[in-house]
């Protein structure tokens, strides 16, 4: 059986993304009857290319003004666990960490997510992840002691997912992650470069081990205008085809 050939569509579509890689954000893109013109396609198809790559985030069309290229924000796969570091150098930026704080602290009562008894010591880590310099995650984690007892002797400034496997040869399996609109604190909006109460993007988790055994408890407050989120959904409820597996508690 013949190999099934790439639709023009998609191949012009990602074409075009090659092309908008190469230029600066903010850059004008071609038009329309460009598009159109260049490629020998009607109209409509041109507008569709057009119009996905808007979708994605690859462009950005101004009324009025026509379509450049976006400004680059990180996408996060809320379907994995991934490394700041390695999203961040795959799109060809430069990540950094500062390590605002590492201290043990004892827990109180309600912090149970982690299946600790209120007195058990934590680290509370915090640190504010950077890309091409500019502030864009405020990273608050607790970590049991027990767990990692000379975490605070540790590099903290890299992949802290490499850490506890590397490490201190743990098994993540995934974690679960709540994420919501929020008015930024006056710690985190600083750190981000943000107003006190400007509108922020906070993701609340348990990271897991293979043995169901949670492993840190983190709330993370990501800069609005440096991220996005980005799922994959399956059909409906009852219909044919692969769809994605809520997580546990979602």
Known sequence: MPAKR???YRQLV???RKQAAQLAPGAKFHTEREVSARHG???PTANKVLSALVSEGTLEFKKGLGTFVAERALTYDLRHLLSF???ARATGRLPSTQVIACTRQRVGATE???G???GAEVWRLVRLRQIDGQPCIVEHRSVPLARCPDLDRQDLGGSIYELFTAHYGFHLAGADQLVAAIAADADDARLLGLSAGAPALEARAVGQ???GSALWQE???YHPGVWRFRVQLGGPPGSSGRGLVPAKGS
Do not use: C, G, Y
Request: glycine share 0%.
């Open 14 to 16: 990602e074409r075009l």
């Open 6 to 8: 790439t639709p023009v």
């Open 85 to 87: 570091d390695a999203q």
């Open 112 to 114: 149970d997510r982690l």
């Open 219 to 221: 709330r993370t407050v």
């Open 41 to 43: 396609i009607s109209r």
């Open 209 to 211: 081990l293979a043995d």
């Open 116 to 118: 600790l008894v209120a």
